[in-house]
């Protein structure tokens, strides 16, 4: 904990009032110099780390007097409801309830290291501790702290303070036989939560051999891919590793089905689709979805759809005829091999209604194509139109952006072709 008992006087609440006070009264010059600024700056950032200080010592209070108990809730959940971020409201739990921090304390007491580099020291000597096959003595956990308050006080990130933890740690552990923390499976985390804006936010830390495995398999899957007009790949380095590990799940939850017995949707992914509002479908555990999504989700065959009445009582539970029969799947493979629009193999895709099953479209050959999951969500969202030509074949539409003329252009098997070899 760190404790701020060492102080001569305590500061009362009616202080802290004062101050804020003053900085509601303070406005910059409008001719303010930029060295003025970057000094002023400079002094913020002080300010800045010495308030958060401050703060993770009140944090430590909290837990010292057990404030929270009478609500059976913790520090952190106390702090959020207080409006603190939650992120944030960790690293005060993290910084201000961890003993024996002296080397650290000294530095946060008069502004020099922030909060998120003080979180890094604390979070890289617990690692530390987890890696020695012995306790850590007190001299080697004050010459840890040294080494990574330096770190802090030389410029360096709190990632960068966080790897050189992961070095201490495989060097003790060397010395002390323990495991190091690349190869030790019983600190693997895997951590997610709904964001504010209906998305999951991942988190993951995996010994070696699991990171090995997933960069290999995202590695794989998230290679450029060329517009069917020959154009660059547009998406991201992170748009494409998230496509690839949408892929891998796809993969996996086929697996599953059909190996596994289970009460379960096929995958896990059940979509609920009210009768009377269809703009309101929503997911078991994401909620809400858009009718754009609940279309691309009727594509799916790792989806279970269900269709409620007002009373939320299911009317239709997984038609057969939205998902393309076996039979089917072989037909649209023989005719068209691959992803029409950038070629991935015919096992990485889906079987996409070019009408909608949502919006009463049939589940046969003439209304379907393949279509992986990246350019599936090309075709959903960002513009792209698959139409059946009068050879019986999908013809992709690109938007305005890429051909303003939207001049068709055949599937990724028949890319030699030509618009009048068609006609």
Known sequence: MIDATTHSAELPADLFAGLIAQLDDHTFRADIGSREAFAAMQQLIILRNKVDHLAATLTGEFDRLKVTAPQGRSVRQLLITMGIAPAVAGRLVRVGTTKELDGLRIHTVDGAISLDHADAVVLGLTHIDSRTGEPVTPEQRRDHTRSLVSQALSGMSPA?????????????????????????????ELGYHKTSDGRLDVR????AVAGEKLHSLVESLSAPKPQPDGSLDSRSADRKRADALETILELAAKGLADETVSCKPTGGVLLTIP???????ALEFMRSVTPATAKTLGCDAGVTVVIVDGDEVPLNVGREKRLFTPAQRKALLIRDKCCIKCGAPASRTQAHHLVSWVEGGPTDLDNGCLLCTACHHDVHDRGWDVVMGFDRHPWLVPPA???PNR??????NRRTLHLDDAA
């Open 204 to 207: 993951a830390n995996l010994d």
């Open 401 to 403: 952006g890429v051909d």
């Open 407 to 412: 001049r068709p252009l055949p599937a990724y």
């Open 160 to 188: 960068e303070i966080g790897k050189h933890a992961n070095q201490l740690g495989n060097l003790l552990a060397d010395d002390t036989d323990g495991k190091p923390a690349a190869e030790d499976k019983s600190v693997n």
């Open 275 to 281: 009768a009377d509002a269809p703009k309101l479908s």
